[in-house]
């Protein structure tokens, strides 16, 4: 927590930024959004699978953000809420034949409601303990999933594998396109919230809480109730991400979702800048295209490659995306003046 | 002055009834009972130790008494969970100054509106009509404490980088936003110069005399309390010793023994 703590308190004193500290400005918002509209369009279909992905672990990387930079909370076990989510889409998709639009809010909910669940005996930890608690779900989950007596409907160790579904009223473009402005939909949608969410009176309870638990007491904020509530909408949007994921990848198996996935997760959060909202996605952008980028340098080494540029990284930027975005507001406003 | 004896007569907003808190063996508080009259400034005195902080503690529901009672306007808080006690209208600050350090001025004086308001995550995240009128309507008097405590030109810094004295008066704030009943003050005083704690004094005769609050102060500042208090409580060893007007309380031969030695520390 110390990363956010510091970044903030690097502010100038009396200027008015507090208020957009955690999320963009419009104009830089736009231009984002504009980048990511446009850009599928002129990208061949594979590379328009991995914006999906990098769209679909910001969405992961942004519900770990509410988590740890919203309310302080620990979680080395979103990979479970990620499972849980992919394969509520596979199983309501494969066997009942829901529509794929129709299960990633009936994903969020069951993610809701396990990570609401899961964050009562989480109330007793904190810190480390707390992130041991979550490290211990991750690792649970995939063998779980492998287990006999679900067999029938996850498909065991085998997983489901999931239909792609077409664009919908004969639009003339490609599945992958389709899924890639469908998910930029739900994702923008997921992000207005998140933001709205974190200025309002909930929001502000979350970083009371994570700030100062007694004196949140003091003024009425119900701890448990909120830290809970911020596990739920955690894994919540972790879920609907899941789901994507799912549909996505076309496939779901247990091991897609190992203790590696929620670790990277915890490194998008880094690398973008904890309790930095916007630096989601340039988190997803580092756990997606980094590896690859390591292994293009060394296909024997890629993954000392890999860690060589995350300790630079970590060394250089250690407040990740956030703290590049602050040096580049200052660069700009000097060259206005 | 006036206002307290008037009063006098009638129930007592805050009564704290023969409380007694144990440590494992070690008593920190033996029988304690005063009164608080509605817009009266209690000063709570004793040297360290005395049990000031645990009978503090005990009023923000942080610590169970082992035996006795605490009525607010003739009710029990002791069933109260410690995050329930702002909504009846107790109110505080903290020792060592409690703020959300990496919220803005104006964030933190918002979070002490939290008891006086209602929303949902749905709602919320949604950003519905009554949620957006409910924060305008919150903003508005959060603004105005702002204003009225002369934080307006730090209103959105982050409170982190504020000195001492200025993130005091944001504490005070953050407390009246919820425009309680009782304000209880934890040393006050604490870590401030001479000419602060004089403002201060005046700050605290001001919000009670407008703001219509009533207040217990704990102080380890004699001058302030003298100056300021109603009504003086002290304690040493976890027992009453004294009660009575600031004038009666520094003749108390009690209270002389107990200070003796330590008065000018």
């Known amino acids: 927590m110390s990363a956010v703590e510091e970044v903030t308190s690097e502010a100038p004193a009396v200027e008015a930024v507090p208020k957009r500290a955690m999320t963009l400005g419009y104009g830089t918002s736009l231009v984002v959004l504009g980048l990511l509209i446009i850009a599928p369009m002129f ?3 594979f590379f328009v699978f991995q914006m999906t992905m990098l769209l679909i672990y910001a ?4 519900a770990l953000n509410i988590l740890t930079g919203g309310s302080g909370q620990f979680s080395l076990g979103q990979s479970a809420f990620y499972a849980v989510g992919a394969y509520t889409s596979a199983i309501l998709m494969e066997h009942m034949g829901v529509n794929y639009a129709l299960t990633l809010p009936i994903a969020g909910i069951i993610c809701f409601g396990f990570g609401f669940l899961f964050g009562q005996p989480a109330l007793r930890l904190s810190g480390i303990y707390l992130a041991l608690a979550t490290f211990a779900l991750a690792v649970a989950m995939p063998q779980l999933l492998k287990l ?4 029938h409907w996850t498909g065991g160790v085998q997983g489901l594998v999931v239909t792609k579904p077409d664009a919908p009223f004969g639009l003339p473009i490609s599945q992958d396109r389709w899924l890639y402005y469908f998910t930029l939909v739900i994702a923008i949608g997921i992000y207005i919230a ?3 969410l974190l200025r309002s009176r909930s929001g502000r309870a979350f970083m009371a809480i994570r700030d100062n638990e007694i004196a949140a007491s003091a003024m009425g904020v119900d701890v448990a109730l909120y830290k809970t509530l911020a596990f739920g909408v955690s894994a919540g949007i972790t879920g609907v991400a899941g789901g994507l994921g799912a549909i996505a990848v076309q496939f779901v198996a247990p091991d897609g979702y190992t203790i590696t996935l929620a670790i990277s997760l915890f490194l998008g959060m880094v690398v973008g800048g904890v309790g930095w909202l916007p630096g989601s996605i340039v988190g997803s952008a580092f756990i997606i295209f980094v590896p690859n980028i390591a292994e293009h340098i060394s296909k024997g080494l890629s993954g000392a490659v890999f860690g060589v540029l995350l300790f630079l990284v970590i060394f250089l930027v250690p407040h990740g995306a956030r703290q590049v975005a602050i040096v580049a507001q200052q660069l700009i406003g000097k060259l206005k003046k | 002055m006036t206002q307290a004896q008037l009063a006098q007569g009638s129930s007592p907003l805050l009564a704290v009834r023969d409380v007694s808190v144990v440590f494992g063996g070690i008593i920190a508080l033996n029988g304690v009972s005063f009164d608080m009259h509605k817009g009266a400034i209690l000063g709570l005195i004793g040297p360290n130790g005395a049990g000031k902080t645990t009978l503090f503690n005990c009023l923000s529901r942080l610590y169970q008494p082992s035996s006795g009672d605490i009525l607010m306007e003739g009710a029990s808080i002791l069933t109260r969970p410690p995050h329930r006690i702002a909504e009846i209208g107790i109110g505080r600050t903290f020792q060592n100054v409690a703020l959300f350090p990496n919220l803005s001025v104006l964030d933190n004086v918002r979070v002490g509106t939290h008891c006086r308001s209602n929303s949902d995550i749905i709602s919320d995240s949604l950003r519905l009509g009554w949620v957006r009128r409910g924060e305008a309507e919150l903003n508005k008097h959060v603004h105005e404490i702002v204003t009225y405590l002369g934080l307006d030109d730090v209103a959105h810094t982050i409170v982190s980088g504020l000195p001492f004295g200025t993130q005091k008066r944001v504490e005070l704030a953050r407390a009246l936003a919820a425009d309680p009943k009782i304000l209880l003050l934890d040393e006050p005083a604490g870590g401030l110069n001479h000419e602060e704690v ?11 005399d407008e703001r219509h609050v009533t207040v217990l102060l704990v102080e380890h500042h004699m001058g302030l309390v003298m100056s300021i208090a109603d009504h003086v409580v002290a304690l040493n060893f976890g027992r009453k010793l004294a009660e009575g007007t600031p004038a009666q309380v520094q003749a108390d031969p009690d ?5 003796l030695g330590s008065k000018d520390q």
Request: aromatic share 10%.
């Open chain 1, 148 to 151: 006999g007596f679900f067999e």
């Open chain 1, 43 to 45: 990208l061949k279909n």
């Open chain 1, 59 to 62: 969405l992961a990387v942004l």
């Open chain 2, 198 to 208: 004089h403002v201060l004094g005046d700050l605290i005769k001001r919000i009670r």
């Open chain 2, 255 to 259: 209270v002389i023994k107990a200070y």
């Open chain 1, 194 to 196: 998140s933001v709205n």
